[in-house]
């Protein structure tokens, strides 16, 4: 394998994803939406995707324009392997080429104790969580024929456990393993994998959660700032880190998981 000179190369042109093909899962609104306007600012040809098709077309319209044409968008749920083909072909039919995937669609709907969770419940978590992204990494390193880059969003749950997550916090654990796995199996093909784990962002899947809790007496505000840093993480925080992740800025990073925690896991 030729050794790559990447400290040959100046910063801009590390950071630049200028000519590259990108698809965001789950893009529609909070960290997948400013996934999106990073990887688009930074100069790549974005396909925005969600299970919400109208969201994803409303993200894709507002998108810094790119070289290579308009954004576009496509409705995907990733549970659905038919739609994950048609968004990985889409992509690769505009440039020839597909070089980015990030996995960020996730769910993480109020749960409960282990020892009274359903049967149900579990299998929707690890069936979008897991299997989910790994269907998609699958159909898009089918496609990576020149190389390139998957992120998976994961969690800082997937490295701490904490009562009452334990179906979300077991997918993520899953994703962070994936991504080792997935990692050994692409380094060949030319494809790096690389997870994202971030603590609690506010974002408008956070809010759903946390607002119940705040008619009970919670305060969001301090709920969210309990970090080192003693501010809520907001998506960009963690767009940022998927942009490095996915340049070339990241050439030698593959099979980890990077945390996005503002030192959670640090202490506290
Ligand atoms: N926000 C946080 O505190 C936080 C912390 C750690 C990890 N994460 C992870 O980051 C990712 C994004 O989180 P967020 O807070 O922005 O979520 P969000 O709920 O605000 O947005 C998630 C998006 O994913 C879409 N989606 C859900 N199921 C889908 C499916 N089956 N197929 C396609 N799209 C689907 C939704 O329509 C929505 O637009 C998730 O994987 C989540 O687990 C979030």
Known sequence: MAIADFSARSLSELWSLEGRSAVVTGAARGIGAA???RLAEAGASVLVTDVDGEG???????????????HRSLRVDITDTG???AAADMALERSGRLDIWVNNA???????????AADDFIDRMLSVNVRGTFAAARE????MTAGGVIVNLA????????AGISAYSTSKHAVVGLTKCLAVEFAPLGIRVVGVAPTVIDTPGVREQLDPLAKAGLDVGAA????LLGRAGVADD?????LFAVSDMAAFVTGSTIPVDAGSLAGH
């Open 35 to 37: 996934v999106a306007h």
């Open 238 to 242: 963690v767009a940022r880190v998927v």
């Open 56 to 70: 994803a077309a409303a993200v894709a319209a507002e998108l810094p324009p790119s070289p290579a044409g308009p």
């Open 83 to 85: 739609s994950l083909v």
């Open 140 to 143: 898009a390193a089918r496609r």
């Open 224 to 227: 969210m700032a309990a970090n």
């Open 106 to 116: 996730g769910i993480y709907p109020a749960t409960g104790p282990a020892i009274d």
């Open 155 to 162: 969690s800082t749950t997937a490295f701490r456990a904490s």
